[in-house]
């Protein structure tokens, strides 16, 4: 099993800027990717950013291409996306997510981020 545990949300003016982090435990020797995704108030969970555990390939969804960067330090099991230039349509509960090559088994419980206009 991975644990996943989301931290760095909060509110934050239009514009601004929040680094959320992602701390992983457990068997995280089984972790081949892991990702960001959000989910707005009476929307469905979209993807955000999603990297590999090992190498720099990394894939962003186009509406927060060159406003996010996903980044990880495997050293601290930790991965962090730092999100620049703030919109309020950036509001959503943001959710860390572990697995394989294929899908995601691992997910955190989610850290409110709220960007106010």
């Known amino acids: 099993q991975v644990q996943l545990v989301e931290s760095g949300g909060g509110l934050v003016q239009a514009g601004g800027s929040l680094t959320l982090s992602c701390a992983a435990s457990?068997?995280?020797?089984?972790?081949?990717?892991m990702g960001w995704f959000r989910q707005a108030p009476g929307k469905e969970r979209e993807f955000v950013a999603q990297?590999?555990?090992?190498?720099?390939?990394?894939h962003y969804a186009n509406s927060v291409k060159g406003r996010f960067t996903i980044s990880r330090e495997n050293v601290k099991n930790t991965m962090y996306l730092q999100m620049n230039s703030l919109k309020p349509e950036d509001t959503a509960v943001y959710y860390c997510a572990a697995g394989p090559a294929l899908g995601y088994d691992y997910w955190g419980q989610g850290t409110q981020v709220t960007v106010s206009s």
């Open positions: 457990g068997r995280t020797f089984s972790i081949y990717r």
């Open positions: 990297m590999r555990w090992s190498g720099n390939t990394t």
